[in-house]
């Protein structure tokens, strides 16, 4: 067990739905990463937040959003899906936000658009 | 742009003998190095790092690595495989000044047979 907790585990959603996946980091951990997983493209970074704040940006789309709360747990919200969006997601998180920090993943939520 | 390949997608080998898993990388500047495994529904759970210092890595389950900045490799080996070893492995290289991200590689399926 990683410390990482994401939900849901599992997603069934129409096309053009919204969901809200959400993620609590390891205890005293302030960066948050989300990464999306599929049998075409891999593991793909969208986003790190560090304690609050973006950090940097991968390949998330413009229908995609994500924060973090000051009690450091965050949301990735994902609107106007289609079914090319049905993947794992990945939440992570890392003590700190820079180079070389171990970063922990949770089990993930699956995701699948019908 | 930092990328990591793993060239093989599949590794078969059978049980007691020794496993190598490759990966190379592609960085600007000093590269962080990681391994990850993948079992089956579940998240990635990590292995071992190199940062800087010992080129030879030791981490969880009896794996280590060898970091070979010339080659610029980082390639994943234990001396004996378990068949519990089977599972999808990840490298990943982040770069000092692009804080704590990771880059994936594809992953490459490891299968160790009795």
């Known amino acids: 067990d990683s410390g990482v907790t994401q939900t849901p585990k599992h997603l069934i959603t129409a096309t053009g739905q919204r969901v809200t996946l959400r993620c609590s980091p390891r205890s005293g951990d302030l960066s948050v990463y989300w990464y999306q997983q599929s049998l075409d493209q891999g593991l793909q970074f969208l986003i790190q937040y560090y304690n609050g704040e973006e950090r940097a940006k991968g390949n998330i789309l413009e229908r995609f959003s994500a924060q973090q709360f000051p009690d450091l747990h965050s949301e990735l919200n994902l609107s106007s899906l289609e079914l090319g969006d049905s993947a794992l997601y990945f939440c992570?998180?890392?003590?700190?936000?820079?180079?070389?920090?171990?970063?922990?993943f949770g089990e993930g939520s699956w995701l699948t658009v019908v | 742009a930092q990328s990591v390949a793993q060239p093989e997608d599949q590794v078969n080998v059978a049980e007691g003998n020794p496993l190598t898993v490759k990966c190379t990388y592609s960085?600007?500047?000093?590269?962080?190095l990681f391994w990850y495994v993948q079992y089956p529904n579940r998240g990635l759970q990590f292995l071992l790092k190199y940062i800087t210092g010992d080129n030879l890595v030791k981490g969880s389950y009896g794996f280590e690595a060898e970091f070979n900045k010339s080659q610029t490799s980082f390639h994943l080996k234990k001396p004996s495989a378990l068949v519990s070893d089977s599972a999808l492995y990840f490298c990943?290289?982040?770069?000092?000044?692009?804080?704590?991200?990771?880059?994936f590689g594809q992953g490459t399926e490891l299968s160790v047979k009795p």
């Open positions: 990943a290289v982040g770069v000092g000044n692009q804080g704590g991200k990771l880059i």
């Open positions: 992570a998180s890392s003590a700190q936000g820079s180079s070389g920090n171990t970063i922990y």
């Open positions: 960085v600007s500047g000093n590269p962080y």
